[in-house]
């Protein structure tokens, strides 16, 4: 396959590129498979359970201990989940699809009918999740339609075994090595 050379040149001869299709964007970018989390927390207003599903997650530093995902500006959960003292990050597993469907969808009782417990933080860890990881949010960066949230690691652990639920080429899947 070649690589189309794009032909527009500046006057200071430099290359131009011509500007991004946001369709084209994601298609290109959907060829890089993201490992899928679930962000949990308990809401401090209501007691309740709230989370949303992330692909867009790292590790950033191991001194001090940090990671950071990414969060649309329009999301109604975030500003539940950002109020919380502490936030879980699960690590979701290939069979939890469903899980993954349930909070990345608005409103509603995302956590009707799973199975969680508290973490050493108090924050939700979802029954079959592969890890847990306690953090509490430490920046968050303004990036175009989303936020950056970068998170201090206060615990975690592994928790159930299996393969990652894996977004690739917009769908999910698994790997198993």
């Not at 069979?95 to 409103?107: M, S, T, Y």
Request: with cysteine; glycine share 10%; proline share 8%.
């Amino acid at each position: 396959m070649s690589i189309p050379v794009a032909r527009k040149v500046g006057r200071d001869g430099a290359r131009r590129i011509p500007a991004v299709n946001p369709q084209h964007f994601r298609n290109v970018l959907g060829r890089y498979a993201a490992g899928v989390v679930a962000v949990t927390a308990i809401d401090p207003e209501t007691g309740e359970p709230c989370g949303l599903a992330v692909n867009s997650f790292t590790s950033v530093s191991l001194d001090p201990p940090l990671v950071s995902f990414c969060v649309s500006r329009a999301s109604t959960s975030w500003p539940r989940l950002k109020a919380a003292p502490a936030l879980c990050v699960n690590v979701l597993a290939d069979h939890q699809r469903q899980v993954c469907d349930r909070l990345a969808v608005p409103g509603g009782d995302k956590f009707a009918g799973l199975s969680w417990a508290l973490s050493p933080a108090g924050a939700p860890v979802l029954d079959g999740a592969l890890a847990w990881i306690d953090c509490a949010v430490d920046a968050e960066h303004p990036a175009g339609d989303h936020v950056i949230v970068v998170a201090r690691v206060t615990g975690l652990d592994r928790h159930d075994d299996g393969g990652p639920l894996v977004f690739f080429r917009g769908t999910y899947g698994g790997f198993r090595a």
